[in-house]
């Protein structure tokens, strides 16, 4: 079946350095790529999302690539800082149903001051 | 605008109990969704609904059922509950516009400590 990969599952950084979370889908059809961020006690929030039909989307310290031909995705966090540190999850899905997203098995993200 | 509502937020419940829970869309979504979120499980889909209807069911005993009303308003009910339905279970709510992709937007949730 469908299926999610993600890496690593836990993640260390030096605040101000950079952290990359990557994901793998099965999935070829999908076809949108969200990020969410949980942090403690919470639920998942959207920080970014792509489409399909582009390659790499940026908003301030986050950035998304995504690769259709090999099937992976990736978060990259810049400049780090300590509000970073949770837990954030990729996900895959089809436009066509909100209940055919994938989620990733999460990555725990420490910001080390 | 205000978020997806969850309540309540935290219940302790009793084996063999009973639980309803509660979720407000975002206005104007149409499409809730229930998942069941545990430490090594992560976020596992329970079902869907769209105009009060069920449009998909995850992987779930029969135990765990929802329902979403005219308003888009939607509970999900567990019974006879067991020890492993501890968890956080999250409601998300969605616009449903096909042709623009589905972002869905997740509540706060609601934790469950079955006793």
């Known amino acids: 079946g469908e299926n999610v990969e993600q890496h690593p599952s836990t993640l260390s950084v030096q605040e101000g350095d950079s952290a990359v979370i990557k994901c793998t889908y099965s999935?070829?059809?999908?076809?949108?790529f969200p990020w969410y961020k949980q942090e403690l006690g919470k639920g998942p929030q959207l920080i970014i999302d792509?489409?399909?039909?582009?390659g790499e989307k940026k908003d301030q310290r986050i950035a998304v690539t995504l690769n259709k031909t090999a099937k992976h995705f990736s978060l990259h966090i810049t400049e780090t800082q300590p509000e970073d540190s949770a837990v954030y999850f990729c996900?895959?899905?089809?436009?066509?149903?909100?209940?055919?997203?994938?989620f990733g098995s999460g990555t725990r993200l420490s910001i080390r001051p | 605008k205000a978020g997806v509502t969850q309540t309540p937020r935290y219940l302790i419940k009793t084996r063999g109990q009973q639980v309803t829970l509660s979720c407000s869309p975002i206005?104007?979504?149409?499409?809730v969704s229930w998942y069941q979120q545990t430490p090594g499980q992560g976020l596992q889909f329970l079902f869907e609904?769209?105009?009060?209807?069920?449009?998909n069911k995850g992987n779930f005993p029969g135990r765990f059922s929802g329902r979403q009303f005219s308003n888009s308003r939607s509970e999900m009910n567990v019974s006879t509950l067991e020890l492993g339905d501890s968890a956080l279970y999250l409601c998300?709510?969605?616009?449903?516009?096909?042709?623009?992709?589905?972002?869905?937007?997740f509540g706060e949730g609601s934790w469950l400590t079955v006793v």
């Open positions: 998300a709510s969605s616009g449903d516009r096909d042709y623009s992709g589905n972002t869905i937007y």
């Open positions: 999935d070829s059809a999908s076809n949108y």
């Open positions: 792509i489409r399909s039909n582009v």
């Open positions: 996900a895959a899905s089809m436009y066509s149903s909100a209940s055919k997203i994938i």
């Open positions: 206005s104007g979504h149409r499409s």
């Open positions: 609904y769209f105009s009060e209807t069920q449009r």
